[in-house]
């Protein structure tokens, strides 16, 4: 069975500094990793994923995961947080098989200016 | 929102009454999802659908029954509401269940059950 973890509830940083949303993953097979965003009353919003290949995906928004087969990790970066990054962070895997997504607990970033 | 709607958006309701939250796209997408959202759960998909009439159970199915009539709905039902499903409750589609296909998810809509 396919899992996703997220191991922090929280993660603060300051306006400026560089950011990254942790998540690690369990499946069978080679991933395919998701990250998505949601702000305030809004529904989720996809980022960015891996497929395959190159190991640093960029995204949305100055987004970029890096893929870590070895650790089992696909860590959300970003090089400078802005105040706006402040949101709920969502990271979701898919196995080789024909399943729907499953989610993290979520992680919410705060930026603080 | 990528061209999916749910409505209500908010309804409070009372114990032992019928709910039934519809999602409406226009992207023609095959698949349809239901998820709640919880503080400490994240998202939990309750069912899904792979086309008209074709639906399987999520995670956290007890409580919930869909029906998906058409391509474009996908009807959420409680049959009788409880305080503890008391969510936000997210309806999302998707072109494939393979590989790299990302879901794209609606507005919500926020249910409390008294």
């Known amino acids: 069975a396919q899992s996703v973890a997220q191991p922090e509830d929280q993660v603060n940083v300051a306006e400026g500094n560089p950011l990254t949303v942790k998540c690690t993953y369990s499946?069978?097979?080679?991933?395919?990793l998701f990250w998505y965003v949601q702000y305030p009353n809004r529904g989720l919003q996809f980022l960015l994923k891996y497929i395959t290949g190159d190991n640093l995906v960029k995204g949305s928004y100055g987004f970029e995961a890096e893929f870590n087969k070895s650790q089992t990790s696909f860590h959300l970066k970003k090089p400078s947080a802005l105040v706006s990054d402040s949101a709920l962070y969502f990271c979701a895997v898919r196995d080789q098989g024909n399943t729907p997504l499953v989610f993290g607990k979520g992680t919410r970033l705060s930026v603080i200016a | 929102d990528a061209g999916i709607t749910q409505s209500p958006r908010h309804k409070v309701t009372e114990t032992g009454t019928p709910v039934t939250l519809r999602c409406h796209q226009t992207?023609?997408?095959?698949?349809m999802y239901w998820y709640r959202q919880d503080p400490g759960h994240g998202l939990r998909l309750i069912h899904y659908?792979?086309?008209?009439?074709?639906?399987d159970k999520g995670e956290v199915s007890d409580g919930y029954s869909v029906s998906r009539s058409k391509t474009e709905d996908f009807l959420l039902t409680l049959e009788s509401a409880t305080s503890s499903q008391t969510s936000v409750y997210f309806c999302a589609i998707s072109e494939s269940q393979r590989g790299g296909n990302e879901q794209f998810f609606g507005p919500g809509t926020r249910l409390t059950v008294l």
């Open positions: 659908s792979y086309g008209v009439k074709d639906t």
């Open positions: 992207e023609n997408h095959r698949y």
């Open positions: 499946v069978s097979g080679n991933p395919y």
